[in-house]
């Protein structure tokens, strides 16, 4: 499995942003795909996850209302649109992806197996 995250950049507080990921190497049906962020000098933390089979969600309270994660099967693409971003929100943003997750551990970074290189997002006036 493959994954290849882009879209990142500078934007200023408040601001509008949109991280594509594109993966490959499997049939996905079974698998969860999940955006996890690093600050800097932080750990690694959960975002956002979907379901590829159905696209049921989560959200970590951080960022409930303000980012969207959604997919695109036909473009093999997860996406994860940001909203209202603050200065806290600049991170590498990073996709994974894991087979057989069951939602209540959708937000556990341990579970998954698969990721690749990160996208970095800025906030900062």
């Known amino acids: 499995v493959q994954l290849q995250a882009s879209g990142g950049g500078l934007v200023q507080p408040g601001g509008s942003l949109r991280l594509s990921c594109a993966v490959s190497?499997?049939?996905?049906?079974?698998?969860?795909m999940g955006w996890f962020r690093q600050p800097p000098g932080k750990e690694r933390e959960f975002v956002a996850a979907i379901k590829w089979n159905g696209g049921s969600t989560t959200y970590a309270d951080a960022v409930k209302g303000r980012f969207m994660i959604f997919k695109d099967t036909a473009k093999n693409a997860v996406y994860l649109q940001m909203g209202s971003l603050k200065l806290e929100d600049t991170a590498s943003y990073y996709c994974?992806?894991?087979?057989?997750?069951?939602?209540?551990?959708?937000?556990?970074?341990?579970?998954?197996?698969?990721w690749g290189q990160g996208t970095l997002v800025t906030v900062s006036s």
């Open positions: 994974e992806a894991a087979r057989g997750l069951i939602t209540s551990v959708m937000s556990n970074p341990t579970k998954y197996t698969y």
């Open positions: 190497g499997s049939t996905f049906n079974s698998y969860v």
